[in-house]
């Protein structure tokens, strides 16, 4: 169980989908519009300062063209 933003497997996962962005040329801003979020909400995320919600999750994975099952494979192989 997850028990804090900070373990390291979640740390994985969000570092995957922040080279997602980084690889599609957007920024935090760019991507914040896209998503229709602030790009606080973006930035806190992506600094472990904001979990996703599973919800947010496959939104975030959708607007970035990846798999979410591709993020949850790569979290489960950080156990």
Known sequence: MIT?????RYEALIKWLINARKERGLTVRQFAALIN??????NK???????LKITEYVDYCEALG????EGLKLLKSQK
């Open 4 to 8: 804090h933003i900070n373990q390291s």
């Open 37 to 42: 979020e602030s790009h606080q909400f973006v």
């Open 45 to 51: 995320v992506e600094t472990q300062q904001r979990a």
């Open 66 to 69: 990846v798999s979410p099952e």
